[in-house]
């Protein structure tokens, strides 16, 4: 990695001022934790000239999880999140999903709006400066072609690999976004735009894995809210090539509800596979029944739909959406057997 370039720091204390700083400084970029955002500066993918620390705002450290509902705050840490009790017993998924990430010291950094933004990246973005110019540069950064697409027509197929947003995605999150224009309320599905199709332009509602987030400019997500769902069972898990620091081949998280012996709600989302988290459409056709083969049936063919084959990092395609549909098998009998 190359010495840091030289970068100012702007430290708001309150929410307006958060905004206020956003405002006055629009290349800027939000540093919560930096596990992510410093790497890539060092990296030379990006540059700001200026830093935002949010982390003195105090209102947005704080958790709250009860059985009514879970509201957490954009800069609480994933360690803080992860073994906080409320949410481990009524929100497991949550939690889980805030352990699998990365290792110990960069959970203690890491902040939960960090990791709902996180960057996509495949195996030629997330690399060095020289290593890119060696390689020629991607879609992403200065060049003109998605090397994992060739293809595809000024598509960047780059891949989200954040872990909390599909364990939230199964519970019906919604996020609260603050910027110039004031505060909103929005389902945290539709944060993420990156659908990357090659037989349709990228636009502001149907982005790729160069524009993956539909925040509008100046905007700051703040909290991210889920209700409870009484009867839902749900659990986390990944595969990744080493046991920590590393992004996942695949994070799945599963939330079920059962009714005596019958499968009355499923819910099924993935992340490292796709320039967005996908949380799988269908799952309710696979409901009203038990779990059988014709409900592995149906989510294998789910999963051969809707989640991408494409070579984003150093495993094939194809290996990773047979490896999502493996874990979410596992964990759907698991979590109906409990």
Known sequence: MDALPSFDLVRPRTLAELIEARAAFPDGRVLGGGTDLMVNIRRGIVAPPVLIDINGVRELRDIKADVRGLEIGTAATLAALAAHAGVARHYPVVAQAAGHIAGPTQRNMG???????????????NQS??????????LKTTG????????????????????LAPALLTLD???????????RTMPLADLYIGYARQDEPVTETRGDGKFFLSLRHGEVIVAVKAHNTPGLRSAYDKIRIRKSIEYPVTGVAVALRRDGDTLADLRVAF?????????LSGTDKLCGGPLDARV???????VRDQIMAMKTTFTP???????????????AQKLFVL
């Open 173 to 183: 999150a919604e996020i609260d976004v603050a910027g110039p224009a004031g505060r």
């Open 129 to 138: 400066e020289w290593w890119r110019e060696a390689n020629h540069h991607c």
């Open 111 to 125: 902040t939960v709006g960090g990791n709902l933004a996180l960057d996509t990246r495949c195996i030629f973005y």
């Open 144 to 163: 003109e072609i998605c090397h994992v697409a060739p293809k595809s027509r000024g598509v960047c197929f780059a891949t989200f690999s954040g872990d």
């Open 317 to 331: 395609g194809h290996y990773r959406r047979r490896v999502a549909g493996v874990l979410a098998r596992r964990l």
């Open 271 to 279: 992340t490292g596979t796709n320039p967005r988290p996908v949380r």
């Open 296 to 302: 592995f049936a149906g989510l294998d063919a789910l």
